[in-house]
T-cell receptor
Framework: AQSVAQPEDQVNVAEGNPLTVKCTYS??????LFWYVQYPNRGLQFLLKYITGDNLVKGSYGFEAEFNKSQTSFHLKKPSALVSDSALYFC?????????????FGKGTHLIIQP | GAVVSQHPSRVICKSGTSVKIECRSL??????MFWYRQFPKQSLMLMATSNEGSKATYEQGVEKDKFLINHASLTLSTLTVTSAHPEDSSFYIC????????????FGPGTRLTVL
């Protein structure tokens, strides 16, 4: 069975500082990894994904994530946080195999950017 | 591109009634659509996988007779909550994946169901 862990319920960062939202995963096989962001009472917006290739993935709104196979991690990062980045962030994993599977989500991390 | 819509965005119904939620991919063809459920302050849980023209595949613990899924075309999947009860109140979110298998899942805005 595959699983995703987001160890932090909430991350607080001052505006302009770098931010990191942590994610580790457990899956047998090659993972497809995703980050999504959710605003209140809204669906999820895709940020970025890792399928294969370069371990550093760049996504929307200046976010990036680094796939680390040895540490089974896929932490989300941004060099300079904006107040508008405040939202709920989900890491998700899918077992590779042709796209027939749904995603397994972490519990989510609330990111709060303080002005 | 890659827009997914859901209708309605919010629905309130009486216990015992049935509610249909539509999920549409607006600018791409979705061979596979997924239905998730999200309880307040919790993560999304996959309910079922819907493939166009075939029966949906339900996750363990999800009652297929209660949550009827139909994927009649490459742009539309529907979820019908039959004989709804208060415990079915939740945020239902669909996602759609385009042809090709490796495409990203794009999510709809969700439907807030409240059963009185």
């Amino acid at each position: 069975a595959q699983s995703v862990a987001q160890p932090e319920d909430q991350v607080n960062v001052a505006e302009g500082n770098p931010l990191t939202v942590k994610c580790t995963y457990s899956v047998s096989g090659n993972p497809y990894l995703f980050w999504y962001v959710q605003y209140p009472n809204r669906g999820l917006q895709f940020l970025l994904k890792y399928i294969t290739g370069d371990n550093l993935v760049k996504g929307s709104y200046g976010f990036e994530a680094e796939f680390n196979k040895s540490q089974t991690s896929f932490h989300l990062k941004k060099p300079s946080a904006l107040v508008s980045d405040s939202a709920l962030y989900f890491c998700a994993v899918e077992l590779s195999g042709g796209g027939a599977d749904g995603l397994t989500f972490g519990k989510g991390t609330h990111l709060i950017i303080q002005p | 591109g890659a827009v997914v819509s859901q209708h309605p965005s919010r629905v309130i119904c009486k216990s015992g009634t049935s509610v249909k939620i539509e999920c549409r991919s607006l600018d791409f063809q979705a061979t596979t659509m997924f239905w998730y459920r999200q309880f307040p302050k919790q993560s999304l849980m996959l309910m079922a996988t819907s493939n166009e023209g075939s029966k949906a595949t339900y996750e363990q613990g999800v009652e297929k007779d209660k949550f009827l899924i139909n994927h009649a075309s490459l742009t539309l999947s529907t979820l019908t909550v039959t004989s709804a009860h208060p415990e079915d109140s939740s945020f239902y979110i669909c996602s759609a994946r385009g042809t090709g298998g490796l495409d990203t899942q794009y999510f709809g805005p969700g439907t807030r169901l409240t059963v009185l």
